[in-house]
């Protein structure tokens, strides 16, 4: 098939759920013998969308990439009625009308697509929330499958966004809480829909083995957001560092939401993958506090690598990855927080089993055989019907 991926940022250098699965989606349909074009911007950065790559066609891992220069976005206007809406839950008429028109654009993309669109059996875009992402949706929308990466969010009450879902050509969502909350919470009326899935890497790569080392760390992997509930986690783990404990937390990603100067704290910012399997082979577990996801790849990532993990337990999809994995520990409160780490510690097989648990669930659910083999499922079908 002849299928192009539109998505606001592209490159092995931004690192982001939604961008890391585009990427890795993309490579595996061309090793698959599909015939895939990227559609991205020039922008590297998510804050300022400043363009950085350089305009045209590229080939990246085999995979053609076509950028497109941000023509417009209204930073200031952009970032007051995002701060309104996230305050708010609602934005009006008028305002979120005036929030899609400030974000990030690109319009010569936008043209090219209208052009295009028709060679292409679908396009598959994602995610949702970015506004690049929503107008492009709109240029074809009959032949646009939509990856929402949703979650329970301000931007999915908008009703742009509810429309954009209610017309595309089809939905597919990461995981079944994604799709139970477009469902059942957001009440709309779907024209297709799937649960897809995700993965991160080969399964049968080689790793390192697991070492838990000594002192012990919980190691958290991503974007330092306020938004993914960092506070808490800080918080957390300045407590048990209060009543004595040796546990620092390693944090690799970077961000401006810092960790506290203090020493149970260490920053190594993005690493690379060799770096990042080492801290995964010798974490105590990984942790991710978030309380809104759509799939979150680093749950995976730790389980490939047989680590347990600690997520919040109001986070339905995390919550339910490890309800359903038997892969690691969820918590909400501080004692709860504190008990977990301390099970961890002093029952190594429990955690070693849970590793193991995870990488098995993976293993059955979320490999790239199986997520392309949804992936063309879906398309053949949909395409023809």
Known sequence: MKLAIITPRFGEAILGGAETFARHLAEKLVADHHQVHVWTSCAQDYYSWENVYPEGSTILNQVTVRRFPITSYNQPHFSKL??????????????????????????????????????????????????????AAWVAPEKTILIPCLHNEPHAYLTLSRLLL?????????????????NRQLNIKLKRQGVLGAAVSDFAAPRVPRNPTRPPYLLAIGRLEAGKNLGLLYDYVQRLADEGSPLTLVLAGDGPYKPPHQPHFQLHGFVAEAEKQALLAGATALIHPSLNESFSLVLLEAWLAECPVLVHSQCPVTAGHVTRSQGGLAFATFNEFSAAIKQLLTEPETAAKMGANGRSYTAQNYTWPRIIGRLEKFLQSWTTS
């Open 82 to 135: 995002s701060q309104k809406l996230v305050a708010h839950w609602a934005l009006g008429k008028d305002e979120q009308k005036a929030w899609l028109m400030a974000g990030a654009h690109s319009q010569l993309l936008y043209q090219a697509l209208a052009q295009e669109a028709s060679d292409y059996d679908a396009l598959l875009v994602l995610p949702y929330q970015a506004t690049l992402a929503q107008a």
């Open 166 to 182: 209610t017309q595309v050509g089809g939905t597919l969502f990461l995981t079944p809480e994604e799709q139970l909350f477009a």
